[in-house]
């Protein structure tokens, strides 16, 4: 018996959707390397509280800010959300003791009152 099924010729577009990770991620490291190209002016960050300087070009600088940006800003939006968490949690309690009676059960005689099952069973005399 032959094979019945053909091979799908490649197509450009599916390939592009299967690596659309990969392909994004060369855009962006393009976009910052050409932003870096870009802004090559020498400039120097002189932290406060005399804490150092920095002697960079523009682009490193501004990106470099706005990956400390963006780190404040998970780390800052973690803690929010913890906070949030532990406030709405409801208090711990008790666990329940197993000597209270448990209000979900049947009472204890219920199967002989029942009318279901086998009609006047004979071990039942």
Not at 32 to 48: H, Y
């Amino acid at each position: 018996m032959a094979y019945q099924y053909k091979r799908r010729r490649p197509s450009l577009i599916r390939n592009f959707w299967v690596y659309r990770r990969l392909v994004g991620t060369a855009v962006l490291l393009g976009l910052m390397l050409w932003f870096i190209w870009a802004n090559n002016s020498p400039v120097t960050v002189r932290f406060p509280f005399g804490l150092g300087q920095l002697t960079s070009t523009t682009g490193i600088v501004i990106l470099m800010s706005a990956v400390v940006g963006s780190v404040l800003t998970i780390l800052t939006t973690t803690v929010i959300l913890a906070i949030r968490r532990l406030r709405s949690s409801p208090a711990p309690q008790d666990p329940p003791n197993p000597s209270d009676p448990i209000d979900d059960l049947p009472p204890p005689d219920y199967a002989a009152k029942t009318t279901e099952g086998f009609p006047n069973p004979h071990w039942s005399n």
